[in-house]
């Protein structure tokens, strides 16, 4: 199956957190999502993350500052489910084979507080335990879930540097 997935973040910062930010792209493009929206953010996230896509490859989107009721409206009117990580749902373990038949999935995932709508919008509201941690944890165990390890093996169209897998030492490719 081509599954598309994107990744939503819900909500506004109270304090910089362009490395959380940051790194919610790195993971989201690393782990076989297609993109992802970012309520508010720096637009350093997203030169950041051009400069990664150039020298590592891949086309991977960052779209700012599209409120998150617009973006999951948008989802669903594309028929795209609509999978929100939240630490109340119910166990990844027990939904993932439904989750796993489903061709287009939007991800949404909180920030330090997610309004209450989000849960009654979300087609799923899914725990990766029911223990409070990280939203870049949950987001790339969920993505690693979902996609059954095919993401691991996922090869990067026009990349500039490529790493030769090596037991020690580091082995880059330029071109
Ligand atoms: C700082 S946490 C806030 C924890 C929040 N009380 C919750 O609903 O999960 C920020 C985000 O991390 C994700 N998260 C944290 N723990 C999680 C868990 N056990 N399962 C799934 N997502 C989790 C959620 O997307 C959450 O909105």
């Known amino acids: 199956m081509t599954r598309s997935i994107r990744v939503l973040r819900v909500g506004q910062r109270y304090v910089r957190d362009e490395r959380t930010l940051t790194h919610l ?6 782990l076989g999502a297609e993109s992802i929206f970012l309520e508010d953010a720096e637009n350093d996230v997203l030169s950041t993350l051009e400069a990664v896509n150039r020298s590592w490859g891949g086309d991977f989107k960052a779209v700012l ?13 594309e028929g795209r489910s609509v999978v929100h990580l939240t630490m109340y749902g119910l166990p990844l373990q027990d939904v993932i084979s ?16 997610v309004p209450g709508r989000v ?9 990766v335990t029911s223990q409070p941690h990280s939203e870049i944890a949950a987001l790339a165990i969920a993505l690693h879930e979902i996609q059954g390890g095919e ?5 990067y169209e026009k ?4 790493i030769i897998p090596s037991s020690r030492g580091k082995r880059v490719l330029e071109s």
């Open 159 to 162: 990349s500039r540097l490529r």
């Open 151 to 155: 993401e691991l093996k996922r090869v």
């Open 119 to 127: 849960y009654h919008s979300a087609d799923y509201n899914v725990a």
């Open 65 to 77: 500052g599209t409120p998150w009721t617009r973006v999951v409206k948008d989802a669903k009117a």
């Open 25 to 30: 792209c790195l993971v989201s493009r690393a």
């Open 98 to 113: 439904e989750v796993r038949k489903l061709d287009r999935l939007l991800l949404v995932v909180g920030g330090p507080k």
